[in-house]
């Protein structure tokens, strides 16, 4: 499975921004879909998980309530709406392939994308 992010960009504070993962390959195989992000000096942050076949989310405490994580199956896409942004929201997102449970452990994740920068400032 390879998995492409796309969607970032500059946003001011409390605008929205959608990001969208697009899997290709063996997406069959696919149990769950993952975002993190990652500011310079720091590890990958979990964002968001969903379930690809129930469609069951998982958030973050820090994005709960502001963001919504869904997929099209028919397209192998996941997306990220990411309403009421904050200047801590800055960060380059990645979207990864997970396990079929919940885990917010960026090294359970693989097939990694080359991750879209979000910035949010005035």
């Known amino acids: 499975v390879q998995v492409v992010e796309s969607g970032g960009g500059l946003a001011q504070p409390g605008e929205s921004l959608t990001l969208s993962c697009a899997a290709s390959?063996?997406?069959?195989?696919?149990?769950?879909l993952g975002w993190f992000r990652q500011v310079p000096g720091k590890g990958r942050e979990f964002v968001a998980q969903?379930?690809?076949?129930?469609?069951?989310?998982h958030y973050a405490d820090s994005v709960k309530g502001r963001f919504t994580v869904s997929r099209d199956k028919a397209k192998s896409s996941m997306y990220l709406q990411m309403n009421s942004l904050k200047p801590e929201d800055t960060a380059v997102y990645y979207c990864?392939?997970?396990?079929?449970?919940?885990?917010?452990?960026?090294?359970?994740?693989?097939?990694w994308g080359q991750g879209t920068q979000v910035t949010v400032s005035t």
């Open positions: 990864a392939a997970g396990l079929s449970t919940l885990d917010t452990r960026a090294e359970r994740y693989r097939n």
């Open positions: 390959g063996r997406t069959f195989t696919i149990d769950s």
């Open positions: 969903i379930m690809w076949r129930g469609g069951t989310t």
